[in-house]
């Protein structure tokens, strides 16, 4: 009897453990930003019309051709093998607030950044790249979380408990048979 108390215990333990360890969610293109070659786009944040400068680093090798990069924002441009940068023209009608993807390609690598169009005058653009640390944030433990899922989840670990506790607790009925 001491050895199921002990396995009831131990099993409780790891279900609560399991069901409170935060979820790793994976992107099914997450590793479409993994390259042979870095890019940037500089500004990252621009106002409509504005320019923006491509670049490339082709110093590790990983792209020796022409590439390409293209957006919903700006015509596709091609660099050429000799260059590691190109200027665009931001579309006029791009629309402020909003994030359009930059894709870079080059030798059948792909990879994707940002490009957010400022939502009001000069002031919002960035005109000097920050140099800045990685942010890194939380790593997604506790972004999205509401109280509904929060409340929910205690109220599942605290009827498995009990539902434990009243199995542990109850007494030995006689077999009437």
Known sequence: ???????SAALLGV????????????DDGS????TPFGFAVQPSTV???GQVSLQLKRDS????????VS???????????AQSSA???VDRNAKPGAVYEVTFSCGGTTGHTDLAIAGGGSADVTTVPAQQGVDAGVGGSSDGFDLREIGLGAA????????????ARRRATPDNS
């Open 1 to 7: 009897m001491h050895a199921i108390r002990v396995a």
């Open 15 to 26: 279900t609560f453990l399991a069901c409170t360890a935060p979820a790793a969610l994976a």
């Open 31 to 34: 590793d479409s930003n993994i």
């Open 47 to 49: 106002v409509a019309g």
């Open 61 to 68: 090798g990983g792209c020796s051709g022409a590439a390409t």
């Open 71 to 81: 957006s919903g924002v700006f015509d596709t441009v091609s660099i050429p093998a």
């Open 87 to 89: 200027t665009v023209v």
């Open 156 to 167: 599942l670990v605290t009827g498995s408990i009990g539902a434990a506790w009243y199995v």
